[in-house]
């Protein structure tokens, strides 16, 4: 699922010979980023209401992340840097990667794997 989600963010960029939207990629590396350092490598806190100031400043750059991803390509889109058709394809890519990292989170929380 996620080379599916690389492709087409290529794909976004090749179609219409404009690398623009290759900017919403590099959202993809940094919405992993706080949990990596903040959260010790466990997704488990995104989903628990404790709190602690690295716990809540490493949800907050997530969500910012998150919301990231989805508002580069309507600015870009708003900038005529892009055409409709990349939008919709980078639209698509962040949803597939959601449904990936998703799905990689809850196998993560299965103790049977």
Same mark, same amino acid.
């Given at each position: 699922? &996620?080379?599916?989600?690389?492709?087409?963010?290529?794909? *976004?960029?090749?179609i219409?010979n404009? %690398? %623009? +939207?290759?900017?919403?990629?590099?959202?993809? $590396?940094?919405?992993?980023? +706080?949990?990596? #350092? &903040?959260? =010790? =490598?466990n997704? /488990?806190?995104?989903?628990?209401?404790d709190?602690? =100031? %690295?716990?809540? *400043? *490493?949800? &907050?750059?997530t969500?910012a992340?998150? $919301?990231?991803?989805?508002?580069?390509? @309507? @600015?870009?889109? !708003?900038a !005529?840097?892009?055409?409709?058709?990349?939008?919709?394809?980078? &639209?698509?890519? #962040? #949803?597939?990667?959601? =449904?990936?990292?998703?799905? #990689? !989170?809850r196998?993560?929380? /299965?103790?049977? %794997?």
């Amino acid at each position: 699922m &996620f080379s599916s989600s690389l492709l087409l963010q290529i794909l *976004a960029c090749a179609i219409y010979n404009n %690398w %623009w +939207p290759m900017l919403s990629a590099l959202m993809y $590396v940094l919405v992993p980023m +706080p949990c990596m #350092f &903040f959260g =010790g =490598g466990n997704t /488990e806190y995104l989903l628990s209401r404790d709190g602690g =100031g %690295w716990i809540d *400043a *490493a949800k &907050f750059l997530t969500g910012a992340s998150a $919301v990231g991803s989805i508002a580069i390509p @309507i @600015i870009l889109r !708003h900038a !005529h840097l892009i055409s409709t058709g990349a939008m919709m394809i980078e &639209f698509m890519s #962040f #949803f597939i990667f959601v =449904g990936t990292v998703m799905c #990689f !989170h809850r196998a993560n929380l /299965e103790d049977e %794997w």
